[in-house]
């Protein structure tokens, strides 16, 4: 990936998905906003999506945070 996304962004992120109240719908929301901000194409199972805010943070920084 040649975006980077900041930990502010993936704080803002992890909120607006864990706000989807159903978990199964989250990896939808969550594609939805990432492709809002030009991070398109990812695919997640709801399984795999970590449930917990500072969790989802880190796994959103360790698939996006780093540019190089």
């Given amino acids: 990936m040649s975006k980077h996304m900041s930990r ?4 803002e992120i992890a ?3 864990l706000a989807v109240v159903n978990p199964a719908n989250r ?3 969550l594609a939805a906003v990432l492709q ?3 991070f ?3 695919a997640v199972a709801a399984s ?3 449930q917990e805010r500072a969790a989802l943070v880190g796994w959103l920084r ?3 945070g780093s540019a190089g």
């Avoid at 502010?8 to 704080?11: E, H, I, L, R, V």
């Fill in 62 to 64: 360790e698939r996006f």
């Fill in 48 to 50: 795999e999506l970590p």
């Fill in 8 to 11: 502010t962004m993936a704080t």
């Fill in 15 to 17: 909120d607006r998905v």
């Fill in 27 to 29: 990896p939808m929301a």
């Fill in 40 to 42: 398109g194409g990812v």
């Fill in 36 to 38: 809002r901000h030009g």
